[in-house]
Each structure stands twice: as structure tokens, then as C-alpha cells.
């Protein structure tokens, strides 16, 4: 049995069984809390699972293996920052946004400060950031079938992202939360299963000795003048071509990934999802446990395939990497079991692939649907009066829009890396979201005026700077190959949109004479000990 047929049966029976979920979640949601918050009724454990399975996304198991299969160290340094953003999410934000909010991050904002403007803002920065991370799945998923269905053309690329984004407002519009969530939960099992599969099989060709596997991948796939340079820093940041800018944009990059996972849209909203903060808390850690395994794995993918397929193959394939670990399992497969196995396996990672896709757009669409219904419909353009019946039906509108225009630009930017897609999305939240949330959270002075300074000013120079950097214009994988206005050296610009961000706050928020002690100090024991949070929801 071709590839190519196995492949569909495994993904199109992986397709059933989520539409059953979603079907069955459907006839379960019949209230706003139900289709936002999956009526807060997930413990931590499962809600743990559903992080992981919305975090651990395209960009993880398509981009990283890639960018390590092509960049070496350089790559890894991806698995690595998006780990440890985790420790941010932890320790400033899981429990306090739990605690504080009801629906979205603009209930925390909203709380102390004049609802209107503030929740405009957020909502237009929650829907930016989800479009920007929907890109790179939409990008991953044009790739991968092109590779499991033997499809080169773009067209034929293009309509995949069609097929996948159709499913994706699917799972949104009728499953809401509580079937996104489920969704996500299967996706990370399939996920951490399947990637520890190849990863057990990859070691075991290299008697599980690490330095081996490294030391062919230098071999195979390092520069050939000097292999070695692939297991060090350098061989994508901080070239000679590059000089200091390179070094620069490495530490941009860090910056991005490290802050940014605390301001992304679709993992605040999953700590509403659980009944309380000790639960949000162990949803966290769970989370944490899940992912911290799987970029150890990415690892093992990673040089596995640099080792294992070539940087040659891999570039045939997809030129941005993007397809590295399914090669890498028909490689390894077909190395240990013959043609069959390596035909069984590269169409078992491809429908596990295709479901990490799938389950992590319909958790950032559900983000940004629920951001337009419930902050710029409900509160901004109805002021509040708009019925929990009215906000569900505009969400789900909604989503089908959010999902056309993430459609649209996904199929504009094929060729791009889908890890480096997401570290744009990482750094236009770390540059609005987060300086608003955690001055929201911890500086009593801080009032409406710095909340919107802070979001579209770190927002806004974030856009500006992308607009006019390598990534638009001036490259082989720039989106306008045959342009350059790129006067911004940086492809990651969190080195300076982050610090912008938290300086537009600061300056609006001293700049404005507003006040309100007595609202900080309800948040303040809100967030901490939980106190009110029930009241927070109920009203």
C-alpha cells in the first residue's frame, strides 16, 4: 500500500473521530461559559494535556526539526526558548489570570480601567497574534500534504490550506472550547507517541549513543568545509555575512520566545478552563512535563534527520526544512523495516503531524473569535448589553471570517519556516500583550491610557518592524522575492518592539492623571488568593 493511500485512511480516520468529538461537544455547549471556558469543568491533568496538545504546535514538530536539520545548534535554540518561556508563564501569570478573569486577557485588563478602549485594543492585538501563529500552521499544513500526496504546485499546496482551514472553523464553530479542548488532548498523545517513536527507533540505529547521531549529522549535513561548525553556535546567527546583526538577532530571538508565550492569546484562555487556581497551577506543571519531553525529542528529530536523510533531501523536499521529520520517519523506517515500514511510518507522523495542525488552529481561532465576540462586539460595540446567546452566535460568524483571512495569507506565505512564522507571532505578543497584562497585575499606578499605550505601541513598532525586515523583502524566503525595502536588519524584532512595549505603558500611565486605588487592591487579592473569582464569573 502506497504512502500515499495509507496516509489518507490514517488521516481521514483521525478526521472522524475529531468531528465525532466536535459533534458530541456541540450538543454539550449551551452557554457562553460552555462554548469560552468549556464550562470550567476540566481538571488539571486534562487541561495540562490540552496545553501541550494547543502549544506543541506545527512550528514544534515540522519547524524545529527542520531549522536543527538545517542549522544545527542554532536550531535547537528554538526547543530550548520555547521551553523556558514556560517558567514566565508559570510564575507570573497562570494562576493570578485564573484568578482575575473570565473569558479572555481583556477581562483582567478591562477590570481596573475604562472597559471600552482597553478591550479594543486587546482584542485587535489577540486577533493579530492569532492570525500571525495561524500562518505558520496553515504553511505547515501546505507542506506536509504536498509531501504525503506527492503535490509540488503551489495550487495544489494551496487548496490543502483550504481543506485544513474549512475544518479548522468546523472544530470552532460547532465544538467551541469543549471540543477544541478534547481535540488537543487526543493531538498530544498522538503527538508525544508518535515523536517518541521515531526517536527510539532513530537512537537505537546509533546504538542510543547521542555523540554518534551528532557527529554524522555534522557529516552529512554541516558545511563542507568545516563540519564541526554544524554542533556550534553560528551557522544561522552571527555569520560572518551577518557580523554583529546576526548576534543581535539571536538575542532578539531569545527575548521573543522567552516573553512570549505569557502574552499568546490561545494559552491564556486555557486557564479558564479549569475550576480553580491550585488546578490552573497543576495544569501548568503538566504542561510543562509534557512539553520539556517532546523538545528533547525534537533533539533526536532534528540531527536525526541531517544524519539520517541529508540537508539535500530535506531541502528537495520543502527549502524551509519544514518537512524533515516525516522524511526522517520514512528514512528510518524503511532503514529498519524495508519499504513497507518506512512507507507505514512516514504515513503514521504525517496523519499525527496533520492532527497537531489541526487541533492547534481551532485553539487559536476559538482565541480570537471569543476576543471579537465577547470584547469588541459585547462590550465595545453593544456596550455591555449584548445577550450570552448574541456573543456565541457572533464568535462563530466570527471564526469563519478569522479563518478565510488566515487562509488567505497562508497561502501567500509558503516557503516561509513554520518555527520562525511562530517566533513572529511570540514577539508581537511579547511586545503588547505582556507589558499590559503584567503591569495590570503588579503596578498600582498603572491605568487606562498606559494599558492602550502598551498594547499598540509594542504591537504597532512590532509590525513596523517585521513590515520593513528581511522576512517581507530582500530574501530567497522573503515573502516579496523581488522587492527590497528592507532598511531593518533583524528578522526577529523583540529586541526592541518588547522594550517599546513596556515604555508606552509606563509613559501613558504617567501621563494620565487616572487612578483607582481601590480596584488595584481588589485584583491584587483577587489574583493572589482568589477571593471573588467566582463573583468575577457568575457576573
Same mark, same amino acid.
Given at each position: ?5 495509507l ?8 478526521v ?10 456541540s450538543?454539550?455547549t449551551?452557554?457562553a461559559?460552555d ?12 487541561n495540562?494535556?490540552?496545553?501541550g ?10 519547524g ?9 545548534y ?7 526558548g520555547?521551553l523556558v ?7 507570573l501569570?497562570?494562576e493570578?489570570?485564573?484568578n482575575s ?30 492570525i500571525f ?16 500526496l506527492?503535490?509540488?504546485?503551489p495550487?495544489?499546496?494551496?487548496w490543502t490550506?483550504?481543506?485544513?482551514g474549512a475544518?479548522?472553523?468546523v472544530?470552532v ?9 478534547w481535540?488537543?488532548i ?5 503527538l508525544?507517541g508518535?515523536a517518541?517513536?521515531v ?6 540505529k546509533f +546504538?542510543?549513543?547521542?555523540? &554518534? /547521531?551528532? $557527529?554524522?549529522? !555534522?557529516?552529512?549535513s *554541516?558545511?563542507k =568545509?568545516n ?7 553560528g ?9 554583529l ?5 539571536l538575542i ?5 520566545l ?5 502574552g499568546?492569546?490561545?494559552i491564556?484562555i486555557?486557564?479558564?478552563?479549569v ?12 504542561g510543562i512535563g ?6 528533547l525529542?525534537t533533539?533526536?528529530? +532534528?540531527f536525526g534527520?541531517a &544524519? /539520517?536523510v $541529508?540537508?539535500? !533531501?530535506i531541502?528537495? *523536499?520543502d527549502? =524551509?526544512?519544514?518537512t524533515?521529520?516525516?522524511?526522517l520517519a520514512q528514512?528510518v ?10 512507507t507505514l511510518?512516514?504515513?503514521l507522523?504525517?496523519a499525527?503531524a ?9 485553539g ?7 476576543s471579537?465576540s465577547?470584547d469588541?462586539?459585547?462590550h465595545v460595540f ?10 456565541v452566535v ?7 471570517v ?9 497561502i ?12 513572529l ?17 503588579f503596578?498600582?499606578r ?15 513598532s512590532a ?5 520593513f525586515s528581511?522576512?517581507v ?8 522575492k ?5 532598511w531593518f ?5 523583540g ?5 517599546i512595549?513596556f515604555?508606552?505603558?509606563?509613559l ?9 486605588a481601590a480596584?488595584?487592591?481588589e485584583i491584587?487579592?483577587?489574583s ?7 463573583k468575577?464569573v457568575?457576573?
Amino acid at each position: 500500500m502506497e504512502s500515499t493511500t495509507l496516509g489518507m485512511i490514517l488521516f481521514l480516520a483521525f478526521v472522524a473521530a475529531t468531528l465525532g468529538i466536535t459533534f458530541w461537544a456541540s450538543r454539550q455547549t449551551k452557554t457562553a461559559a460552555d462554548y469560552y471556558a468549556g464550562g470550567r469543568s476540566f481538571t488539571g491533568v486534562q487541561n495540562g494535556l490540552a496545553i501541550g496538545g494547543d502549544y506543541m504546535s506545527a512550528a514544534s514538530f515540522l519547524g524545529i526539526a527542520g531549522i536543527i536539520a538545517l542549522s544545527g545548534y542554532d536550531g535547537f535554540l528554538y526547543s530550548i526558548g520555547f521551553l523556558v518561556a514556560w517558567l514566565v508563564a508559570l510564575l507570573l501569570v497562570a494562576e493570578l489570570m485564573r484568578n482575575s478573569g473570565k473569558f479572555t486577557m481583556a477581562d483582567v485588563l478591562a477590570f481596573r480601567m475604562s472597559p471600552r478602549p482597553v478591550r479594543t485594543a486587546a482584542g485587535v492585538s489577540t486577533i493579530v497574534v492569532s492570525i500571525f501563529y495561524l500562518l505558520a500552521q496553515m504553511v505547515g499544513a501546505g507542506a506536509l500534504v504536498g509531501l504525503l500526496l506527492g503535490i509540488t504546485s503551489p495550487a495544489g499546496k494551496a487548496w490543502t490550506i483550504v481543506g485544513v482551514g474549512a475544518l479548522m472553523i468546523v472544530y470552532v464553530v460547532f465544538g467551541g472550547m469543549k471540543g477544541t479542548t478534547w481535540v488537543q488532548i487526543v493531538k498530544a498523545v498522538l503527538l508525544m507517541g508518535g515523536a517518541a517513536l521515531v526517536t527510539v527507533l532513530v537512537l537505537g540505529k546509533f +546504538g542510543f549513543n547521542l555523540s &554518534a /547521531l551528532l $557527529g554524522q549529522a !555534522a557529516t552529512t549535513s *554541516g558545511p563542507k =568545509a568545516n563540519p564541526g561548525n554544524f554542533l556550534i553556535p553560528g551557522l544561522k546567527y552571527g555569520t560572518d555575512a551577518q557580523g554583529l546583526a546576526g548576534k543581535i538577532d539571536l538575542i532578539s530571538l531569545g527575548l521573543a520566545l522567552v516573553l512570549g508565550t505569557a502574552g499568546l492569546p490561545h494559552i491564556l484562555i486555557r486557564f479558564y478552563t479549569v475550576p480553580t487556581a491550585k488546578d490552573a497551577r497543576k495544569s501548568v506543571l503538566w504542561g510543562i512535563g509534557i512539553i520539556g519531553t517532546f523538545y528533547l525529542l525534537t533533539l533526536v528529530l +532534528g540531527f536525526g534527520a541531517a &544524519a /539520517l536523510v $541529508g540537508k539535500d !533531501a530535506i531541502v528537495a *523536499g520543502d527549502k =524551509a526544512g519544514n518537512t524533515a521529520a516525516p522524511l526522517l520517519a520514512q528514512a528510518v523506517g524503511q532503514d529498519i523495516f524495508g519499504p513497507v515500514g518506512g512507507t507505514l511510518l512516514l504515513a503514521l507522523i504525517g496523519a499525527v503531524a496533520f492532527a497537531t495542525i489541526l487541533a492547534v488552529v481551532a485553539g487559536l481561532t476559538l482565541a480570537s473569535s471569543s476576543s471579537f465576540s465577547h470584547d469588541l462586539y459585547a462590550h465595545v460595540f453593544k456596550r455591555g448589553n449584548a445577550t450570552e446567546r448574541q456573543e456565541v452566535v457572533v464568535a462563530r460568524i466570527s471564526a469563519l471570517v478569522i479563518g478565510a483571512v488566515a487562509i488567505g495569507l497562508g497561502i501567500l506565505a509558503q516557503g516561509q519556516n513554520v518555527a520562525f512564522l511562530v517566533a513572529l507571532a511570540f514577539a508581537v505578543a511579547a511586545s503588547g500583550n505582556l507589558p499590559a497584562i503584567l503591569y495590570s497585575l503588579f503596578w498600582k499606578r498603572f491605568n487606562t491610557a498606559g494599558a492602550v499605550s502598551a498594547i499598540y505601541g509594542g504591537l504597532i513598532s512590532a509590525l513596523v518592524l517585521v513590515i520593513f525586515s528581511p522576512v517581507v523583502s530582500g530574501g530567497e524566503t522573503a515573502l516579496f522575492k523581488t522587492a527590497d525595502f528592507a532598511w531593518f536588519p533583524l528578522s526577529n524584532p523583540g529586541i526592541l518592539s518588547i522594550p517599546i512595549g513596556f515604555l508606552c505603558g509606563w509613559l501613558g500611565t504617567i501621563m494620565s492623571k487616572e487612578y483607582n486605588a481601590a480596584k488595584y487592591a481588589e485584583i491584587e487579592v483577587r489574583s493572589l488568593t482568589g477571593v471573588g473569582a467566582e463573583k468575577a464569573v457568575e457576573h
